[in-house]
């Protein structure tokens, strides 16, 4: 049976990056579009940025292009988002899952934290 599980979250200040992970068992990552969704305390989940199977096909939330970058290892079966220049409005639980709509996913992970604040 398939699992997927997120890694990297913590605290940084405004300004700090940090590298979330989306690490897969059980099946093969590259088969599907994966994305990257969050969801700030009282607010509704949103997706952020996705990955096609065909790498060069990217998508991103126009509040994280240019800060945000998805990516991924095939070798490692893993999906990864650097975050640059990190603000409190990032706050949030950051999910990876199996499509580009969350009610779509087959496989989703249980959320890393990020908290940004000084």
């Known amino acids: 049976q398939g699992q997927i599980e997120e890694s990297g979250g913590g605290w940084v200040q405004p300004g700090g990056s940090l590298k979330l992970s989306c690490g897969a068992t059980?099946?093969?990552?590259?088969?599907?579009?994966v994305g990257w969704f969050r969801q700030a305390p009282g607010k509704e989940r949103e997706l952020i940025t996705c990955i096609w199977s065909i790498e060069e096909d990217k998508s991103y939330k126009d509040s994280v292009k240019g800060r945000f970058t998805i990516s991924k290892d095939i070798a490692k079966n893993t999906v990864y988002l650097q975050m640059n220049n990190l603000e409190p409005e990032d706050t949030a639980l950051y999910y990876c899952a199996t499509a580009c709509l969350w009610t779509q996913a087959l496989y989703w992970g249980r959320g890393a934290q990020v908290i940004v604040s000084s």
């Open positions: 059980g099946f093969i990552l590259d088969y599907y579009q």
